[in-house]
């Protein structure tokens, strides 16, 4: 189900975000507190996730890829569209490569030991790579990561 709202962009510390409506996400299912969803700023698509605030309503963080691609700031009441989405996000998933290596040099255990933000960011940073020379040359880094850690 799609929602549309308009809301003020402010800063939390050094962060942009806008509060979504209560009445939007009473109407989403959370899980772990969370909400991911997909929509658009303007007319520029966005995949993020609301985080809960105690006493608030959820949070959207506008990123910089958001500012700049609807033109938004700071202060600004933007027309935002979103809708929950279940599937993971496709910078969340694992490489086909780093798996393979991982399995190969026996180093998946000492992957999943790290924590839950670092394996996200590990996965996030391989998943924006372009070019296969450069993943090859980032898996390499994050195995001999692993080696030190086992």
């Known amino acids: 189900m799609k929602f549309s709202f308009r809301a ?3 800063k939390v510390g050094i962060n942009l975000c806008a509060d979504v409506p209560r009445r939007i996400t009473a109407q989403m299912t959370p899980s772990r ?3 991911p969803v997909k ?25 910089g890829l958001m500012v700049k691609g609807s033109g938004a700031g700071l202060g600004d009441s933007m027309t935002f569209s979103i809708e929950q989405t279940a599937a993971k996000r496709k910078d969340s998933l694992m490489p086909h490569d780093l798996k393979r290596k991982l399995v190969e040099t026996n180093l998946m255990s000492t992957f999943t030991k790290l924590i839950p933000s670092r394996q ?15 993943k090859a040359r980032n898996i390499d880094k994050v195995l001999n990561l692993l080696k030190d850690k086992s």
């Open 120 to 134: 996200k960011e590990i996965l996030r940073y391989l998943n924006y790579l372009k070019t296969p020379e450069a």
């Open 33 to 35: 507190g969370y909400i």
């Open 8 to 10: 003020k962009i402010y």
């Open 39 to 63: 929509g658009k700023i303007k007319e520029h698509p966005f995949e993020q996730t609301l985080v809960p605030v105690k006493n608030r309503p959820y949070r959207l963080y506008v990123n």
